[in-house]
């Protein structure tokens, strides 16, 4: 029987201030607050009591793949009183770490950061027992059929290296299949994954929507870490307390104690993979300003709002100062939800916001 869901009671909407202007290409914009004042920071999400036509209880296996039906948060411990490390989007994927739920909350690791969420919001993924990676030699090409971790070795029991986007592509590079893993190739990272959730891939490449949803994987994966202004990098696996950074002061004049983060015109640039070149995340590089994202390119084009789909970016430009995000899902004339390098008091982030009409859709070329 279901336990009774709790309400969290802690959603924090920070308004953030209009930003005067800066002649700067280097970065996002003239000061520490880059947004109008329309935006907003979803930093916890309250969790309805009505979503849970899909939920688990009881003992689950350790190895189980969760999905997210609505966005939930995670937390520090089992309870709604613990501090929340991050949200998992609706739809997102989460392994199982201690199949013994305490108080309703299951220990899960979502990209890599293990934390505590609670089952009413989660439906358990299938394995349909039909993977092909079997049927595919060495060298050829699987795509991802959901959400599914890449380990440091054959076991559930190995760590998370990264999280294979739904309907990426990777190479084989072992045939053989040990516990029902492959060792395979992600965007230059090797590692072991579960053949049960890959296919074949259709000759002749990548899908637009695999392209997509590994520039998803990478937005996922700037999550947590510190604004950086002027910079660029970040780590496949996600932020960890050592390495996530942090930014004080008002930027272009802030002070940054990290290796890792970046500002928001250098983060859409790695999402994007613009130039072709800036294909690793954790090479700092900057290539881009808000200016450049807001002017025409052969690599992105100026699409309506109105249309506006997942991996799709906003962007304004105005007085020297502007800012740019990834969208997620939403109304691209309403209340959305993005992936951002937003400030220095603020990080990067996923969350729900609003954009001015200031702010104009672009697309990555192909997409």
Known sequence: MLLASPRSAFVRIASVAVF?????????????????????????????????????????????????????????????SA????????????????????????????????????????????TSGGGEAGSVAEGGQLQATTNVNLRSGPSTAQSVLLVIQEGS???LVQPE?????????????????????????????????????????????GMGFGYWWGHSRFRNEGPTSSNKGSCSGSCPSCTYSGSYGGDC???????????????DLTVDAHPYSTADFNGSSSQWSTVSRGSVKKGDAMVYRSGGAGHVFIYSSGDGWGS???????????????GSRTAGSSYKAIRRSGW
């Open 169 to 171: 592509v990777v190479t």
């Open 265 to 279: 015109s250098g983060f859409v640039a790695k999402v994007w993979t613009v130039p072709s070149s800036n294909t």
């Open 83 to 126: 501090s929340v490390l991050r949200v998992v989007p609706e739809g997102s994927a989460v392994k199982v770490v201690d199949g013994s739920p305490q108080a309703g909350f299951y220990k899960v690791n979502h990209n890599g950061l293990v934390g505590w969420s609670y089952g009413q919001y989660y439906d358990v993924v299938a």
């Open 336 to 350: 959305m939800y993005t992936y951002e390098c937003k400030a220095c008091a603020y990080g990067c982030v996923y």
């Open 20 to 80: 005067g202007a800066f002649a700067s290409v280097a970065a996002c914009s003239a000061t520490d607050d880059e947004e109008p004042s329309d935006s907003v920071v979803l930093e916890g999400t309250a969790e309805p009591v009505d979503s849970s036509n899909h939920a688990v209880s009881g003992d689950l296996s350790s190895g189980m793949t969760l999905e997210a039906t609505t966005n939930v948060n995670l937390r520090s411990e089992p309870s709604t």
């Open 177 to 221: 299949a040990t516990n029902g893993f492959y060792y395979v190739d992600h965007q230059g990272t090797r590692g072991w994954t579960y053949g049960d959730y890959f296919v074949a891939a259709t000759p002749g490449g990548t899908s637009t929507s695999g392209v997509i949803q590994t520039a998803m994987s990478k937005a996922q994966s």
